[in-house]
């Protein structure tokens, strides 16, 4: 069967012009970073529902645009980041990154619109290898090294999901992109490689080791897909699948509580990211419908505040080399633009009244209040007024006020600035405008943000959070420090055992070679001395003589035979 | 708990005037009671407002406050405490 309502798949655009990006003059690439993208996004809205572009693979059909709701608003958040990162980072980024980001959004289109395991499969992938390229783009020696402990990660947990897919598809016979039961081998590879790119426990680690070794530009790009297209695929997959409660809420307590230990301004962020998305993997887990809008809902907004966050952070660094707590502070003086929208970023993502968070997260903790999960939904807003402490003020306090580092930074060039006021504004726009966002939720939204008694109940959180904050404040002294994760086991432990087992097999080849050249010597010193060339048993003689006897012999059989 | 944002622009105590605004003691001062009567009042938002419960303590009055502020206390002190045994010099990586 051949559907072709379509000729080619959305993220065709974004991948072509990866390609060109490198190839056209230097003058037209900022219309291709940001026009290749708008492109999209206008194609994204003009695709109706269902399976509008398929094709035969071996014996499958692949299915490489399917459309609905929920993958058109993921669709559409990847397009419109790329747009806008596309804006923050064109004057600053290298052309390899600028293409790989391109290629790699392209990827988290792909995956969105991808009506079966294989198309979902090859696009994962692709993702994979052009967002390694981004980590690179970072330039350091350490970015190389993070680059390649990320991309690594990223083949092993494409193989489970292969594994996964395959198992599927063999006990199955299907390849659709439906949601699975957690019955069998197969569908749990599958769900354990999804999860490791949305850095659940204990492979998380990747995320915050990679991250933050990106450019200033790169790691807004890095903060947007991997993660969110895991959320989609968790969503498309495994919705209301228990063990995803579970999952999320360790993400979440994870996040906040190595973002309180770190000092690198963008570790920070990237653990929050982990917080974030360990919402969106406890709303999977409830599985309602309410719950289901909510991480939608949240993965929107989601991505366009943490890009924010992402954006105030790389435009410090860029202005100012530092990335360090430690080192910052005070900034608001002469950073006032990057200040205000850092600080719109950070109450966003704190779920503050009028801004995109509001309206989102609480749809997950209200979705476990109706189903009763008690246990949940204390967690959910604890962690509610945990997001508060360690990204709403913690990012905000030390970046730019704090101390003053002395530093006077100048605020980053427009584009920059253009970018965080464009992505600021929508923070805004959605929080105090619900409805630009609701109708576009996979199911009918009747959920009510704002009334008094939520307004109420999440000033009080959030602001006794806030209190929390400066009163803990001595406590909370950045140290110049990392904090050990599950990279430990093979940043060091597994290094470790490799060296020792190098030694131990160098020690045991060092007697082996004592002992052969030992025991093997007396042998080879008695052989020699009975067969060697003074040995009596084997004197040789010179080749001359041996001619003469061999002569001789000739020359009587020779006369012998005359003789008879 | 004055002293905390105020304890930087102390260290050095040049003239007040020579100072950002925002990080005079005066200010920071007055910051403090704006942030304490913010306080007061969202708790005191919550005569008028009727919360519903789900699971009879959140329908308690000020419950969001204390909850939330507990809540941070003991997760900043957790976070101390966990770094006791994490946390190490950030060039704990760098040396191969």
């Not at chain 1, 492979?203 to 790009?221: N, Q």
């Not at chain 1, 999977?284 to 309410?290: F, N, R």
């Not at chain 1, 160098?506 to 080879?524: A, E, I, N, P, Y």
């Not at chain 2, 000020?62 to 502020?69: E, I, N, R, V």
Request: a neutral charge; proline letters at 4%; glycine letters at 8%.
């Amino acid at each position: 069967m051949m559907t072709s309502d379509l000729i080619f798949p959305p993220a065709l655009i974004m991948i072509l012009a990866a390609i060109l990006l490198p190839l056209v003059r230097a003058t037209f690439r900022p219309a291709l970073m940001m026009g290749a993208p708008a492109l999209t996004l206008l194609m994204i809205w003009g695709l109706d529902d269902g399976v509008l572009l398929s094709a035969a693979f071996m014996n499958f059909e692949i299915q490489l645009v399917e459309a609905d709701a929920v993958r058109r608003l993921f669709a559409t958040i990847f397009a419109l980041m790329t747009v806008v990162g596309g804006l923050f980072a064109f004057r600053h980024a290298r052309v390899v990154e600028m293409s790989a980001a391109m290629a790699y959004a392209a990827g988290a289109v792909g995956v969105s619109f991808a009506g079966d395991l294989i198309t979902l499969f090859l696009f994962w992938e692709f993702m994979a290898l052009f967002s390694t390229v981004v980590v690179w783009s970072g330039g350091t020696d350490e970015a190389r090294r993070a680059g390649i402990r990320y991309g690594v990660m990223h083949l092993i947990g494409g193989i489970i999901l292969k594994i996964g897919i395959v198992g599927v598809a063999v006990q199955t016979g299907s390849i659709e992109v439906q949601a699975l039961s957690l019955d069998s081998f197969a569908t749990w590879m599958i769900l354990i490689g999804v999860l490791i790119n949305a850095a659940a426990p204990p492979l998380s680690a990747w995320l915050s080791d990679a991250y933050p070794e990106a450019s200033a530009t790169g790691a807004v790009f890095l903060s947007a897909y991997t993660t969110k297209t895991a959320v989609l695929t968790l969503l498309l997959l495994f919705p209301g699948q228990t063990v995803l409660v579970w999952v999320g809420l360790y993400m979440i307590f994870y996040g906040i509580i190595y973002a309180l230990m770190e000092n690198d301004m963008r570790r920070i962020l990237a653990y929050s990211i982990v917080n974030q998305v360990g919402f969106m993997v406890c709303g999977i887990g409830i599985g309602t419908e309410l719950a289901l809008n909510g991480v939608a809902a949240h993965a929107f907004a989601h991505i366009i505040y943490k890009a924010l966050l992402l954006m105030s952070a790389g435009a410090v660094l860029a202005q100012t080399g530092k990335r360090k707590c430690t080192d910052l502070g005070g900034l608001y003086r002469t950073m006032p633009v990057t200040a205000v929208c850092g600080i719109i970023g950070a109450l966003a993502i704190s779920s503050f009244p009028y801004t995109s968070g509001f309206i989102s997260k609480s749809m997950i903790s209200q979705s476990a209040a109706y189903g009763e999960m008690g246990f949940v939904w204390f967690s959910l807003v604890a962690a509610s007024a945990g997001v508060f402490l360690h990204a709403g003020i913690k990012f905000p306090w030390f970046v730019f006020f704090q101390k003053d580092s002395g530093m006077r930074p100048k605020d980053p060039s427009w584009n920059m600035q253009a970018a965080m006021i464009i992505f600021a504004a929508l923070c805004v726009v959605i929080g105090v405008f619900p409805g630009t966002l609701y109708p576009f939720l996979p199911y009918e939204v009747d959920y009510v943000p704002y009334t008094a008694e939520h307004l109420v109940t999440q000033l009080q959180l959030l602001l006794f959070a806030g209190l929390a904050f400066f009163v803990m404040l001595p406590m909370m002294k950045r140290t110049e420090t990392i904090s050990l994760d599950f990279d430990f086991l093979w940043r060091r432990v597994g290094p470790a055992i490799w060296s020792r087992f190098i030694r131990v097999l160098t020690f045991v080849s060092d007697r082996l070679k004592g002992v052969v050249s030992q025991q093997g010597g007396r042998l080879v010193n008695t052989w020699m001395h009975y067969h060697g060339p003074e040995g009596p048993l084997a004197r040789s003689w010179p080749t001359g003589s041996m001619l003469l006897w061999v002569t001789l012999i000739l020359v009587v059989m020779l006369i012998g035979a005359r003789l008879i | 708990m004055n002293e905390h944002p105020a304890q930087k622009a102390a260290d050095s105590r040049p003239d007040e005037s020579e100072l950002h605004w925002l990080v005079r003691p005066s200010t920071i001062r007055r910051l403090w009671w704006i942030f304490g009567a913010v306080l007061a009042l969202t708790v005191l938002a919550q005569l008028p407002v009727e919360v519903h419960d789900y699971f009879g303590v959140d329908g308690w009055f000020a419950f969001y406050a204390l909850f939330g502020f507990l809540s941070c206390v003991a997760m900043v002190v957790f976070a101390k405490l966990l770094g006791y045994v994490l946390k190490r010099p950030d060039s704990y990586y760098d040396d191969k």
